[in-house]
Structures are given as C-alpha cells and as structure tokens.
C-alpha cells in the first residue's frame, strides 16, 4: 500500500509540474475516493505534503525575483488567522471533533473543486475583466483590503479542504492586480500556500489528523513527478491539458458533494 501512495504521488506531482495546478485538487480526493482514507486525515496529510512540495517552488521563485513579497504578506494577514480560527472552531464545535467533521469536509471540499475547475476555465476571461473594469484606475487602499480578505476565504477553504491555494488564488490575484506579470501572480501565489498549507496542517495534527507513514511515501513519489511534469510541459498544449483537468476536477467534486 505504501508503494501505491508512492505511485500516487508520482501521478499527483506530474499533473502539477505539468499545469501549475495545486496538487490538492488532485491528491486530497484521490486519498479519499481511491484509498479510502478519512477525510480530515486525508486533508491533514495533504496540507503538510503541499508545504514541503511548495517550499521548493518558493525558493526557486524567490531567486528569480518573481514573487511580490507584499502581496503574498497581505494574503498571509488574512489566511493564517482564518485557517487557525476554522480548526479551532471545528475542532470545539463539531460533533466529534476534526473526525466528526467528515462530511462537512466532503462538502467543501468538492464546493472548491467545482470553484478550481471554474478557474482553471476561465482564468484569462477573468483576466481580461479585470484589466478592462479595473486596470486603468487601481485604488492601492481598496486592492489591499481585498487581498486580505480574499486571503481569509482562502484560510477557511484551504483549513477544511485543502483545496483553494493554487487555482483559486491565482485567479483572485489576477483579478486583483491585472497588471501584474503573470509569473509574479504565480511566485506570490505559491510563496503565500507555503505559511497557509504549514499552519493548516500543524493545527491537523494538533487535532490527530494526519498520517506521517502516508505523508513519506507521498513525498518519495512527488518529488520526481514534479520534475518529470515541470520539464515535459512545454511539450503539452495548454488548451488540451486545462480542460481536460477541469473535467475530472468537475465530476470528482461532484461526487464528493453527492457521497
């Protein structure tokens, strides 16, 4: 069964090398749906898996000075808290603690996949808006209010889904800031799930949810799928690869809505 999760997580960190899309669309519902892992430990994994993949791809970023260190602080001003509030709260409140919680994080996390699926669709319409409405006249006060408030749904999605980091905050950052290169958007993006994903999945395993034997196996696979992923990628077209991503993220999370 460990090699299975290796093999996972090879599968996982392809698809991510390949479309830049964050693995827990992909990883969280497959240990879900495949394996028949709980969600909250599922999830919990998950988010631990996505600070240590991410920490590579901040590094590289970093050094190529394509991350803009304030946004990704004002996405952090508003993810971190949120996410800690949420686990605190599911943790108190729930019936049955974080494990009790099963269904409710069936639900959101389908409810993101739907939402990453929209993303990923219509990432350069959304793109497009955004210039035409709000590129000419940037309110700086007003973009910030919002980055740190769009960081706080982020905190609340990412907390109980794993899911909301990578599509879902580009697309919001682009509609933010549609005159920012896309990637600086990209960098400032992985740059800010690194903090949000550690906190989250700390506060898991203060709550019991997660599998440190499932977390290593995943790892050992993931770490040669992304380079395999990141270096055939720009032998795969764009329009074919999204799309097809979109689909599966659709009907995945439609199952987890109806389980």
Known sequence: MDFAYTV??????????????GGGSLMTPLLVLLFGIHPSVAVGTDLLYAAITKAGGTLAHGMRGTVDW???????????????LTLVLVGKFAPGGIDGAANLIKVAL?????LTAVAIIFRKQIQSYAVNRFGGVPNPARTARLTVLTGAVL??????????????GVTALFFLYPTMPALRIVGSDIAHAVPLTLVAGIGHWMLGSVDWFLLGSLIVGSLPGIWLGSHISTKVPDRVLRPMLAT???????????H
């Open 110 to 114: 389908g409810i993101a996949l739907l």
């Open 248 to 258: 599966m993220l659709v009907l995945v999370g439609a199952k987890l809505i109806g």
């Open 70 to 84: 304030t946004v990704t602080r004002r996405l952090a001003t508003g993810s971190i808290p949120a996410a800690a």
């Open 8 to 21: 996972a997580g090879f599968a996982v960190g392809a698809i991510v090398g390949l479309t830049g899309v």
């Open 155 to 168: 905190g609340v999605l990412v907390s109980i889904s794993s899911v909301g980091a990578g599509a879902l």
